[in-house]
């Protein structure tokens, strides 16, 4: 009873220093990367938001669910990030429950802790994306498994099928989990007499999905046939995504060197070792292989087995030592050396308000002149940083071209006297090419660290 009294109370103040390091900053960056993708089309009349899921990469849940939460809250940077930031401090819970489970309170705190104090844990937090909710549901769907059927096999399957069905509607990569789930139910001896409960919540994940199937088949049969926007990484990459999970390099060593001394002296006979190495490894290096046909190993991706890092890590520096004063040395440097290395406040160096704030300068109180974004998918978040509103609509009247303003009744380019071009491209990049459209470059401005701005005249 008192472990009991104990643990919650552990779970209620890692709970709280999540929500407050995780509630801190939100608005310290600006929109950028996918974020003002996602809000533009949860801005966007649902005839419209419907048709863009049919060339989309996720499933709709995230996407309805900011556009039922911005129907309340301010399109804000800060308020915007707020769901992110609650769905990641959450995932404390499930991850305590699940690493005390496989070994001890002690092993789930540091677990937590690590987690807690990652940078690429908190960047995702911070991101108006569905990947803090998809590593909540993952790891709610983790402790599940591992706990059993609890007291109640049907109500514990009934909470398993619905976790794993809303899983797969988050994000795609959602059957890539309930197929990791899969084989630690067969591999593993100690969860293997969960093996029909477990068909069966995925069989109920599988009919709740076959509404978005025909989409999801569609897409991955591009993806497949066609290549992804991601480029194949060499086998370094493995290193830099744990290097992500860690916050430094040095950090890195300090975790893995406590994992590897247990490893030899255990092999593999703790469930708590072997169950964190499947959920870690197994994704790590098969992805990485996976990509050479289908390139697809991105740090978000695998944001879901940064899971079995955590457990992993906290498992084996709470164990490298076994008895004495000395067996908190390694928790304590772990956990201390993420804290000194963790850096919540950190500026991401992009500013796309600056390429607004240059295109507007140049376009003057009139705003006559033309405007073309190149590529083209950087036009949300040009919108996000000129025209972000719920009830306004889109400048451009069609999503793939260049063009920004056409919708406004804008001067065809071809007749323009001056034009804006917005080019994506890095300090050390080529940047915008001297004549568009038969118009000549007189100016440029770098906006930020990847958006360059320049003016054309005839």
């Known amino acids: 009873m008192h472990s009991k009294i104990t643990d919650r109370w552990l779970i209620l103040g890692l709970l709280a220093l999540n929500a407050l390091l995780k509630c801190a900053w939100l608005g310290a960056n600006e929109l950028s990367g996918d974020e003002p993708f996602t ?16 060339t989309e990469n996720n499933p709709p849940l995230y996407f309805l669910l900011i556009k039922a939460w911005i129907r309340w809250m301010p399109l804000e940077e800060a308020w915007l990030r707020v769901p992110s930031a609650l769905f990641s401090s959450l995932t404390i819970v499930p991850l305590f429950l699940l690493a005390r489970r496989l070994g001890s309170s002690s092993m789930a705190v540091v677990a937590c802790l690590l987690f807690t104090l990652n940078n690429h844990q908190y960047a995702h937090a911070h991101e108006v994306r569905a990947y803090s909710l998809l590593l909540l549901l993952t ?42 789930l899969a084989v630690c139910v067969l ?37 497949i046939a066609q290549g992804t926007w991601v480029k194949a990484h060499g086998a370094e990459e493995i290193w830099h995504m744990v290097r992500r999970w860690s916050n430094q390099p040095v950090v890195t060593l300090l975790l893995l060197v406590p994992v ?15 169950f964190a190495l499947l959920w870690w490894l197994l994704p790590l290096f098969g992805l990485w292989l996976v990509q050479w046909w289908v390139p697809a190993y991105v740090d978000r991706y695998l944001l879901f087995a940064s899971i079995g890092f955590y457990l992993g890590t906290g498992y084996a520096v709470t164990a490298v030592v076994g008895a004495g004063t000395g067996r908190w040395a390694a928790p304590v440097v772990a956990v201390a050396s993420m804290a000194i290395t963790f850096t919540p406040w950190k500026d991401n160096d992009q500013h796309p308000s600056h390429a607004a704030a240059q295109v507007r300068a140049w376009q003057g109180p009139a705003g006559s002149s033309p405007v073309l974004v190149h590529p083209f998918w950087y036009k949300p978040t040009l919108w996000a940083h ?25 001067t065809p380019v071809a007749a323009a006297d001056t034009l804006i071009l917005v080019y994506l491209a890095a300090k050390e990049d080529p940047g915008p090419p001297q004549e568009v459209e038969g118009l000549r470059k007189v100016e440029e401005r770098q906006a930020d660290a990847l958006v360059r701005v320049a003016l054309y005249t005839r």
């Open 386 to 410: 000129m025209d972000r509103s719920v009830d306004r609509e889109a400048p451009w009247t069609q999503a793939w071209s260049e063009q920004y303003n056409d919708a406004r009744g804008m």
């Open 139 to 180: 790891t709610v769907a983790a402790w599940l498994v591992v706990r059993g059927p609890g007291g109640s096999s049907v109500r514990s399957t009934v909470m398993l099928a619905m976790v794993l069905a809303v899983l797969v509607w988050t994000h795609f990569f959602g059957w890539m989990v309930i197929g990791l």
């Open 187 to 223: 591999a593993v001896p100690e969860l293997r007499e969960g093996r029909r409960r477990f068909l069966l919540a995925g069989v109920v994940a599988f009919v709740a999905f076959l509404p978005y199937g025909l989409i999801f088949l569609q897409r991955a049969g591009e993806s």
């Open 39 to 54: 809000v533009f089309w949860a801005t966007r009349p649902h005839h419209e938001f419907w048709e863009m899921l049919r």
């Open 260 to 274: 590897l001394l247990v490893l030899m002296r255990e092999r593999l006979r703790s469930f708590a070792l072997r």
